[in-house]
């Protein structure tokens, strides 16, 4: 199975500061054929589902705050909020569902607080 | 509008049978993957497989084959996730989420359900 990591764990950013998540994959989520890397990012407030953010590892999902980009390919992942606003305050989770077997793992969750 | 409406809260018994259902409108139900997803007290998301309504196609998380059943009804546009016999551990919130694109498997959780709790406790 695909092991996904993030880091850091959690980190506290100051309002209208910019906010970085890292995401690793064990092995590669570049389909070279159609050159997508098959990785999403959701985010999750407190008693709330996950709601997808960034898909195809950069594509904003309709209706999400510009200020949230995603970047990276092959292993080496990256979501950036640019101006953290309060309500960003969530877990984010990284995802990926290249794998075959239809195994789609999530990495372990950053926490995100304003500082 | 999609919808995903999961089953309410239940508090089981070890040992105790479950089936929890996810209901999904405004979409062409046997078309999309749906995916499950657990989530422990105050931990993170876990990946437990997928289920294609239109033909049953069913694929498990190594972690989760044989300990869960994935089904559907498509004739109520509805997907389930049953156990045999709980145990204390599957204490946690679980979630039905539709993939985002017509037939496709290897993409996103696009449109998630509100979740139903489960836990178990003698």
């Known amino acids: 199975d695909i092991v996904m990591t993030q880091s850091p764990d959690s980190l506290a950013v100051s309002l209208g500061e910019r906010a970085t998540i890292n995401c690793k994959s064990s092995q590669s989520v570049l389909y070279s054929s159609n050159n997508k890397n098959y990785l999403a990012w959701y985010q999750q407030k407190p008693g709330q589902p996950p709601k997808l953010l960034i898909y195809w590892a950069s594509t904003r999902e309709s209706g999400v705050p510009d200020r949230f980009s995603g970047s990276g390919s092959g292993t080496d992942f990256t979501l950036t909020i640019s101006s953290l606003q309060a309500e960003d305050v969530a877990v984010y989770y990284c995802?990926?569902?290249?794998?075959?077997?239809?195994?789609?793992?999530f990495g372990p969750g950053t926490k995100v607080d304003i500082k | 509008e999609v919808q995903l409406v999961q089953s309410g809260a239940e508090v089981k018994k070890p040992g105790e049978s479950l089936k929890i259902s996810c209901k999904g409108s405004?979409?062409?139900?046997?078309?999309?993957?749906i995916g499950w997803v657990r989530q422990m007290p105050g931990k993170g998301l876990e990946w437990m497989g997928i289920?294609?309504?239109?033909?049953?196609?069913?694929r498990y998380s190594p972690s989760f084959q044989g300990q869960v059943t994935i089904s559907a009804d498509k004739s109520i546009s509805t997907a389930y996730l049953q156990w045999s016999s709980l145990k204390a551990s599957d204490t946690a919130m679980y979630y039905c989420a539709r993939l985002s694109s017509t037939s496709c498997y290897n993409c996103p959780l696009q449109h998630w359900g509100q979740g139903t709790l489960v836990t178990v406790s003698s």
């Open positions: 995802q990926q569902y290249y794998s075959t077997p239809l195994i789609f793992t």
């Open positions: 289920i294609y309504p239109g033909d049953s196609d069913t």
């Open positions: 405004g979409y062409s139900f046997t078309s999309y993957w």
